[in-house]
């Protein structure tokens, strides 16, 4: 796909399509093709092409590769706590507890700490901030309660 993206658009590839066909070829379980195709590439892969690997590997729980891909991410950015984060969850996810002991006490002695999500809506002009856990809008009440329905409507409608 990328030499006919040369020949054919004379659009030559960059990092960011590369990370494109990863995150595709590792979404559909190709987990080995997208590690070849980093392997093939042009030019180094950044952070966000091992990203889209390492999270591949969540999904399919890959544990030997999470692994290699996480020794790039962590040379790369040592200082990410998420890299360290996700590969925690993917020990965890695989029940290897032990490891993510490890992976946490890495993260101890590095001084990182995990960052709480974070989610934006807009509502009638006004951007509305939430943080996982806090309970301080005026409305939580009201905006639980809304939640609740529509996580039962789209539960009903096999969406969940």
Known sequence: CFRLMSEHYSIMPRVEHY???VDL??????????HDLIKGMPFEPNADVWSALL???RIHLNIELAERVAKELFELQPENAGNYVLLSNIYAAAGEWDNVGKIRKIMKDKGLK???GCSWIEHKDRVHTFIAGDRSHPQIEKISETLESLAGKMEAAGYV
């Open 55 to 57: 999270g591949a590997c």
């Open 19 to 21: 990370g494109c066909m």
């Open 114 to 116: 995990r960052s709480p």
């Open 25 to 34: 070829l590792g979404r559909a379980g190709c987990l080995a093709e997208a």
